[in-house]
């Protein structure tokens, strides 16, 4: 399985993410709108900067001292959607995900890639929420079947696609299942259900800090997977987390 390092910023800690789209609630779903502002996010220059020093910070971590390369922000925006707390705890008629982030790629000169992971603040405002090495959405994507939606299962690195009333696995992950492996949602549902419900935000998991609950945002009744909570992906492999600032100076 691929690791990926994150760059986390603190922006993210105080986004709302939002749910829509087909695994989510159809209340506010992504539009071309958001798509374009998630975007213009991505290719603004301090994100541009940071991208240029995350990659760089990576060559050096892999003894690679070449200097600064130039990255170019690519052309597609990926909706994400991650598992949502009230299909965990199995209520009838939840949806498997909510919208985590609207991921958008940036290649460097050398051939290094990055996904921008944006997110809707407070304000409403699309801006960039986190940083990670890799293009594995834009790889996933491109296998996704029309009109399905990208789902990401954090707690064992597991992704689907989600159309309709089953899912198909595209990249198991940790959780033991196959690629191309379907299961209906309701399967699914009794499976993340098994291995999750006990684990969420206010139960005896969670208060004593390990890692795979879900926390929200208060007053917004919208999860966030907690920054503590991404350290889940360590027990698949070596993951490192570096809080560096969008705005230079």
């Given at each position: 399985m691929n690791t990926r390092t994150l760059a986390v910023a603190a922006a993210l800690s105080a986004a709302v993410l939002l749910s829509a789209g087909p695994l989510a609630h159809a209340d506010e779903p992504v539009s071309a709108a958001d798509l374009r502002a998630a975007r213009a996010a991505a290719t603004a220059q301090s994100t541009v900067d940071a991208v240029t020093d995350f990659l760089g910070d990576l060559r050096a971590r892999d003894g690679q001292n070449l200097g600064a390369t130039s990255v170019t922000v690519q052309d597609g925006v990926v909706?994400?959607?991650?598992?949502?707390?009230?299909?965990?705890?199995?209520?009838?008629?939840?949806q498997p995900g909510r919208l985590a982030y609207l991921a958008v790629p940036a290649t460097?000169?050398?051939?290094?890639?990055?996904?921008?992971?944006?997110?809707?603040?407070?304000?409403?405002?699309?801006?960039v929420g986190n940083l990670a090495s890799g293009d594995q959405e834009f790889r996933l994507a491109a296998n996704l079947p029309t009109g399905a939606t990208l789902l990401h299962e954090p707690q064992v690195n597991a992704w689907y696609a989600g159309k309709g009333g089953e899912l198909t696995v595209l990249d198991p992950g940790g959780s033991g299942r196959a690629a191309g492996e379907r299961l209906t949602v309701a399967d699914y549902q009794r499976a993340v259900h098994q291995a999750y419900?006990?684990?969420?935000?206010?139960?005896?998991?969670?208060?004593?800090?390990?890692a795979g609950?879900?926390?929200?945002?208060?007053?917004?009744?919208?999860?966030?997977?907690?920054?503590?909570g991404l350290a889940a992906l360590a027990l698949l492999g070596s993951v490192t987390f570096v809080v560096r600032s969008l705005r230079r100076g």
């Open positions: 909706p994400v959607y991650t598992l949502a707390p009230e299909f965990v705890s199995g209520a009838q008629g939840a460097s000169g050398d051939g290094r890639t990055s996904t921008i992971q944006t997110v809707r603040g407070r304000d409403g405002r699309w801006e419900g006990d684990k969420q935000r206010g139960s005896d998991y969670a208060a004593k800090g390990m609950g879900y926390a929200a945002q208060p007053d917004s009744g919208v999860p966030v997977l907690p920054l503590a």
